[in-house]
Every structure is written in C-alpha cells, then in structure tokens.
C-alpha cells in the first residue's frame, strides 16, 4: 500500500507522521523489551540475573531526573520558583523587563 505524498492535504500528511511516530515509538518498546529478555536468558545460560550482573540497578528503565533546588521565586506569587536553569519563566522576565534586579527575586 504506497501513498501518494504529493496529493495528501497538509492535515492527512500530518495525521500519518502521528501514526508513524506512534508505530516507531511502540516497535522501539517492542524490540527493547525483547533485548532484555535476550540480555536475561544470556545471563542464565552463566548461572545469574540480569540484576546481579548490572549490580541491582535497574536496567531498561530510564533514571529519574533529580530537580533542582529552586533558587528564584515570583514575589506575587511564592509558589513560582526556577532554578535558574533553562528557560527563563515569564514572571522572571517581566520582573526582569520591569527593572527588579535577579538578585531581588533570590530565595
């Protein structure tokens, strides 16, 4: 079943990139599972687990991020903070625009 990618609106041609990106994502899950499942029977055949040999961490999943402390905060609202990484919030560059200093909003 070929497509012709010439004749497809902008919405089909953006409806299919969702399908292939879904199908590619799950294939990936797919063949990672079965490398782990390959990687154990590999370490049985020796007389251990995967777990012994990768020294009890996990294996497959991905490490959880540690956050950042947060070392700026919105003076009108407390519950707003950055780290001071990465983008800069809009009440950080508002606060910026309208002549606070950074140090001003430290924690």
Request: hydrophobic share 35%.
């Amino acid at each position: 079943m070929k497509k012709d990618l010439k004749t497809m609106s902008r919405k089909e041609l953006l409806d299919l990139r969702i399908d292939i990106d879904t199908a590619l994502t799950e294939l990936a899950e797919q063949e990672k599972q079965k490398a782990l499942d390959a990687a154990e029977k590999a370490a049985q055949v020796y007389g251990y687990s995967l777990s012994e040999l990768t020294n009890g961490k996990k294996v497959g999943k991905k490490a959880a991020k540690s956050k950042l402390p947060a070392k700026y905060h919105d003076p009108e609202n407390p519950d707003a903070t950055w780290s001071g990484r990465g983008r800069q919030p809009d009440w950080f560059k508002s606060a910026i625009a309208a002549g606070k200093a950074p140090e001003d909003l430290e924690i």
